[in-house]
């Protein structure tokens, strides 16, 4: 339980269900007054105090689980590391991984729970393929590909079939004081929302280059480490492009500490790699399947044809995309169906 509306109410509906329904909190900062403050929906000390509250109303007992150790390790390290490394990595979906589904979940089943209840929109099909959510604005089973199909085999999603609105309202016929609650959107542990002054701290100044693409100096920068690919703001050129249009982040080499940039049109990409695949719809594919893929939280979904080769996912989209960066996911579906995912290594 977050703290937030969405827990609040899937814990209710556990109950309703006929669940023996257990409420934990995640304390995932050893000081949590470096991350977020304020109440929303996640991390903080008050989200701790709506969670315990929320409980309280539905009447089920409420605990307090330390992860800060192993959320430092596995999300926040990661997340520096990524960044550090020249790629743009998603922590929620570490989160989900290593944290939610992974920690959790070995406890839980250690102290004799059956399964893990979340507030994600997502559903798990009578085969138990994990599904998109009834609401496509909601819609959390990008961040939850990662999961192995155990896992999700011990996870419970009451709230896929169901519209945010109505989540809302339902809360507020229950009592629960979070019915009105904002959603979290920002990452937790960067308090003031600004990452690149965060991986800053955390990697030091590290003065690079800005180059065009055919290799002319056009500024410079104080670490690789603060562009994401497809970035337009926050360059600081003095220089325009000679068709005055808008520049972009073409790539990020972390060994020379190069920062390239160069038209929206040089952004695309129709052949991905992707590393580690994770297959819950399906068996790991012996030829060439047709399907569609997501690439970003909330992005656009690309037909494309998907391999296995190697170990690795090599995708073929159908069109082009842009903006593809490394360290993102690559999630495959059938409709709304998840195939599976990987990691993105490269782009062509």
């Not at 903080?44 to 605990?63: C, K, L």
């Not at 609650?181 to 690079?208: E, M, Q, Y």
Request: hydrophobic share 40%.
């Amino acid at each position: 339980m977050s703290g937030g509306v969405d827990s609040a109410t899937a814990a209710a509906r556990a109950v309703d269900a006929g669940h023996e329904v257990t409420g934990v909190h995640l304390a995932l900062s050893a000081n949590p007054q470096s991350y977020r403050t304020g109440a929303r929906g996640c991390c903080t000390i008050e989200d701790a105090r709506d969670a315990r509250r929320a409980a309280d109303v539905i009447g089920i007992p409420f605990y307090v689980w330390d992860m800060a150790e192993r959320f430092a390790r596995d999300v926040v390290d990661d997340f520096v590391a990524e960044y550090a490394a020249g790629r743009t990595p998603n922590p929620c979906l570490r989160c989900n991984e290593k944290i939610k589904f992974e920690a959790v979940l070995d406890r839980a089943v250690a102290l004799g729970f059956d399964a893990v209840c979340t507030g994600h929109y997502a559903r798990v099909s009578d085969s138990g393929a994990l599904q998109r959510a009834a609401d496509p604005g909601k819609d959390q089973s990008y961040v939850l590909a990662v999961l192995t199909r155990d896992q999700i085999s011990h996870a419970l999603f009451p709230l896929g079939d169901t519209p945010k609105s109505e989540v809302r309202e339902e809360a507020r016929s229950r009592g629960l004081l979070v019915a009105d609650k904002p959603d979290s959107h920002d990452v937790c542990f960067i308090a003031d929302g600004d990452t690149r002054g965060f991986l800053s701290r955390k990697l030091g100044s590290a003065p690079g280059k800005i180059i065009a693409q055919d290799g002319e100096v056009l500024g410079s920068h104080e670490g690789a480490h603060g562009f994401t690919i497809g970035q337009r703001k926050g360059l600081h050129l003095d220089r325009p492009s000679p068709d005055g249009r808008p520049r972009y982040v073409l790539s990020i080499e972390p060994v020379s500490n190069t920062v390239t940039v160069g038209p929206a049109a040089a952004l695309g990409v129709r052949e991905i790699t992707a590393i580690r695949p994770v297959w819950t719809g399906i068996e790991p594919p012996a030829t060439p399947i047709e399907c569609q893929v997501q690439l970003r939280a909330h992005g656009e979904v690309h037909p494309c044809t998907a391999a296995v080769a190697d170990g690795n996912l090599e995708i073929r989209l159908a069109g082009e995309a842009r903006g593809v960066a490394a360290g993102q996911a690559a999630v495959l579906y059938d409709g709304a169906t998840v195939l599976g995912s990987a990691t993105i290594s490269a782009t062509r």
